[in-house]
């Protein structure tokens, strides 16, 4: 154990000594540090400074992450109705009363035109897909909007 400490305390002056410019002392330190390495028995060297081959392998198995994608849950025509629904009754400029499936967003509910692009991408945010601007100037009626949803998700009565 003597020669280990002696060989630490060696380390920290070798490692003071080589900031420094090369000189006679960091070549007589050098000399001592192997000098001292070399009078070290090998099973103590192998104790003290494992190789790669000794270190022992975790005993618990490594865990890998992975990924597991699912389909999304089966849609009907009643769950389209009912989300449709829901996503209009929750929208502020749309009073709940009124709304019904054959209600006009214009002339019935007194939504503008910008309104009627806020539904669409709401809609659009539920459902999970865009709806082009050819086919959002059709659906002005909550009707339109389930029956546009069931044909895009093939959804048949």
Known sequence: MAIITRLARLSLK????????????????????RALCRQIPESLRLAVFP?????PVASQPVLVPT????EKP???FDS?????MLVLKLYDKIDPEKLTLESHFI????LDSL?????IMAIEDEFGFEIPD?????????ADIIQYVADKEDIYK
């Open 67 to 70: 990924r597991h994608y699912s």
């Open 134 to 142: 050819t086919d959002a100037e059709k659906l002005v009626k909550p």
């Open 107 to 110: 002339y019935d509910l007194g």
């Open 14 to 33: 070798l490692e003071n000594v080589a900031l420094r410019p090369r000189s006679r002392q960091f070549s007589s330190l050098a000399t001592k540090h």
């Open 115 to 119: 309104d009627c692009v806020e539904v």
């Open 74 to 76: 089966p849609l009907t």
């Open 80 to 84: 389209i109705r009912d989300r449709t």
């Open 51 to 55: 190789t790669s081959a000794q270190v």
